[in-house]
């Protein structure tokens, strides 16, 4: 079993045992993506990257996990798969930002 999805049975396992699972509709995972992203954004608000990886980073680790954790859920009531998804879209990235020649 890959990393991810260990990491995913994992998180269904801690939702199931609090009876989470009514409450993880695809619609509120996506508005739990954008909230926590913005709480990612606070510890940098104001201050320069340096200063906020200084002054916040156990803060900034915890909101990207939250952000990474919310997005894996998202992904498993969507039955999708995170690599096959990345990587259909790193395809599609490189098509629109072909590599150019540095001068
Ligand atoms: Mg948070």
Redesign the pocket.
Known sequence: MSEIKELTKKLNQFIDERNWGPHQTPKDLAISIS??AA??LEDFQWISSEEALEKNEENIR??IA?VLIYSLMLCSRLDLDVKEIIEEKMVKNARKYPVTERV
Do not use: S, V
Request: hydrophobic share 30%; no cysteine; glycine share 0%.
């Open positions: 909230i926590e709480e990612l915890e909101e939250d």
